[in-house]
């Protein structure tokens, strides 16, 4: 058997002879493929602007930035994220705290947010920082609720979530419609719902965040069209945009997201199917049926402590026999870049001590998903 990985990416002959024909055209920078990738974005997740960029950091870095934030504003995010909100936040000098979350879905909810709002007597919230985690959109109607009570700007960060949809008034609608946010954002790397080497999107209804956000993206320049060769520069900036070429594939890549996200889901529904009511300590978290995933992560729930082992046993076991789990996420607070006052935050650290994530991508092949599920269940006699 060759090795297993948390996740891959999907690549087919369209995709390759897409990413040729791109290096055929002058502009290999911002040129045709931009554009189209652009529109494709906006048509299929239905928001009136979408830009795409050179990763789901910058994508977020970009969120920030257009909301005019200053510096100690207050921001509220997950506990349990990849860092990158984390360190666009703090390189902005934004006043953080983070929020706990469900001990099974790794997610925050929004009791945990008032909980956080009560507990540090929060005034003046600026931004909620919700993230999808694993492509499992929860919550988002209520969270909304949150945002007109506090009046804060809500960004998704939507990096595992590119094709997950959820209900409102009967109908499924997209993630990065922004229908109840702001912003949203979404990472195209390889391991993502689609591709397109390294990239970001970021999507919103908003006409003057989006001015900012191409303005940000290039620098702050802001060119006169007729005489190309003046232009100004509005603010200051960063080079955040993405190339035609890795547009071609991402474009490539769009084009067979629901292909994708259908065999997604059957890994889902066999690793349910096996694993959900096969042994009282193993859990895998209970989503809502109001929402349609994107299937990006698997997560498995072990309580180890009743095993008497370690999750770090089980990780080595897994990897033994050449599959390679994964954590998403280590707690922000435990890294050695966090120093803030000592936080250790409940549910979190349970969430922390029993969940992974198993393999899950298009092309794991239907044996060794077998094999993954009967080393799992081996592990439990
Ligand atoms: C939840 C989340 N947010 C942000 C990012 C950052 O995206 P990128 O790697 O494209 O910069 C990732 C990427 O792994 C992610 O998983």
């Known amino acids: 058997m060759k090795k297993i990985p948390y996740g891959r990416q999907y690549i087919d002959q369209n995709d390759k002879r897409t990413l040729l024909n791109s290096l055929k055209n002058n502009l290999i920078t911002t040129g045709p493929y931009v554009e189209k990738f652009q529109e494709k974005l906006k048509k299929y997740l239905k928001c009136k602007f979408s830009y795409v960029c050179s990763s789901g950091t910058a994508a977020i870095h970009l969120a920030l930035l257009s909301l005019d934030l200053k510096k100690n504003d207050i921001i509220l995010m997950p506990s349990v994220n990849f860092i990158a909100s984390y360190n666009m936040a703090k390189s902005m000098g934004l006043k953080i705290y983070?929020?706990?979350?469900?001990?099974?879905?790794?997610?925050?909810?929004?009791?945990?947010?008032?909980?956080?709002?009560k507990k540090n007597k929060l005034k003046k919230i600026k931004v909620l920082i919700i993230m999808h985690h694993g492509g499992y959109p929860e919550n988002i109607l209520n969270f909304h609720s949150l945002k007109k009570k506090y009046n804060f700007f809500i960004i998704e960060d939507a990096c595992h979530a590119l094709g997950a949809r959820y209900k409102y008034h009967g109908k499924f609608i997209k993630?990065?419609?922004?229908?109840?946010?702001?912003?949203?954002?979404?990472?195209?790397?390889?391991?993502?719902?689609?591709?397109?080497g390294e990239g970001g999107v970021i999507t919103t209804n908003n006409k003057k965040i989006s001015n900012k956000i191409k303005l940000f993206r290039n620098h702050g320049i802001i060119r006169n069209f007729k005489e190309y060769w003046k232009?100004?520069?509005?603010?200051?900036?960063?080079?955040?945009?993405?190339?035609?070429?890795?547009?071609?594939?991402?474009?490539?890549?769009?084009?067979?997201?629901?292909?994708?996200?259908?065999?997604?889901?059957?890994?889902?529904?066999?690793?349910?199917?096996?694993?959900?009511?096969?042994?009282?300590?193993?859990?895998?978290?209970?989503?809502?049926?109001?929402?349609?995933?994107?299937?990006?992560?698997?997560?498995?729930?072990?309580?180890?402590?009743?095993?008497?082992?370690?999750?770090?046993?089980?990780?080595?076991?897994?990897?033994?026999?050449?599959?390679?789990?994964?954590?998403h996420y280590i707690p922000i607070y435990k890294f050695?870049?966090?120093?803030?006052?000592?936080?250790?935050?409940?549910?979190?650290?349970?969430?922390?001590?029993?969940?992974?994530?198993?393999?899950?991508?298009?092309?794991?092949?239907?044996?060794?998903?077998?094999?993954?599920?009967?080393?799992?269940?081996?592990?439990?006699?």
Do not use: M, W
């Open 98 to 117: 983070l929020v706990d979350v469900d001990h099974i879905t790794g997610q925050i909810t929004p009791k945990k947010v008032s909980e956080c709002i």
């Open 175 to 196: 993630i990065g419609s922004c229908k109840h946010s702001d912003i949203c954002t979404f990472s195209l790397h390889p391991v993502k719902t689609i591709t397109s």
């Open 231 to 327: 232009y100004d520069i509005l603010n200051v900036g960063y080079n955040y945009r993405i190339s035609d070429i890795n547009c071609a594939l991402g474009l490539s890549q769009l084009n067979k997201i629901n292909f994708f996200l259908t065999k997604r889901e059957k890994i889902f529904n066999r690793y349910y199917k096996e694993l959900s009511n096969f042994n009282s300590n193993l859990k895998i978290p209970k989503y809502s049926k109001d929402i349609k995933p994107s299937f990006h992560l698997f997560l498995i729930n072990i309580n180890f402590e009743k095993l008497k082992k370690k999750k770090d046993h089980f990780f080595n076991y897994l990897k033994n026999n050449k599959i390679f789990p994964q954590f």
């Open 336 to 381: 050695s870049i966090f120093k803030e006052k000592k936080t250790k935050l409940i549910d979190s650290e349970k969430y922390y001590k029993n969940t992974l994530s198993i393999p899950i991508y298009v092309s794991l092949k239907e044996k060794e998903q077998k094999n993954i599920i009967n080393k799992i269940k081996k592990y439990f006699v």
